[in-house]
């Protein structure tokens, strides 16, 4: 998924990616090289896709912000 900010795209890729080693990791025979692979790298791949959410979440929440600050500009005195 292409965006036009790259952090987002950054962020999704590295999500993609995850899912697709999750979805190998499923689908690959037991004790194939590529499951024996995936299985060991795992932890990295969990890891990294939490780090990608965690940083998603943060743009969404600030952007949410963004929106409150432009439909509700604060008043001056």
Do not use: Y
Request: charged residues 25%; contains cysteine; negative net charge.
């Amino acid at each position: 998924m292409k965006t036009s900010n790259p952090n987002w795209t950054f962020h999704f890729e590295i999500l993609a990616r995850a899912l697709n080693d999750l979805e190998s990791t499923c689908t690959a025979r037991p004790g194939s090289p590529e499951f024996i692979f995936l299985r060991a790298e795992s932890a990295a791949i969990f890891t990294e896709a939490r780090e990608a959410l965690a940083a998603l979440k943060k743009q969404v929440h600030r952007l949410d912000q963004e929106d409150d600050l432009i439909a509700n500009p604060p008043t001056a005195h």
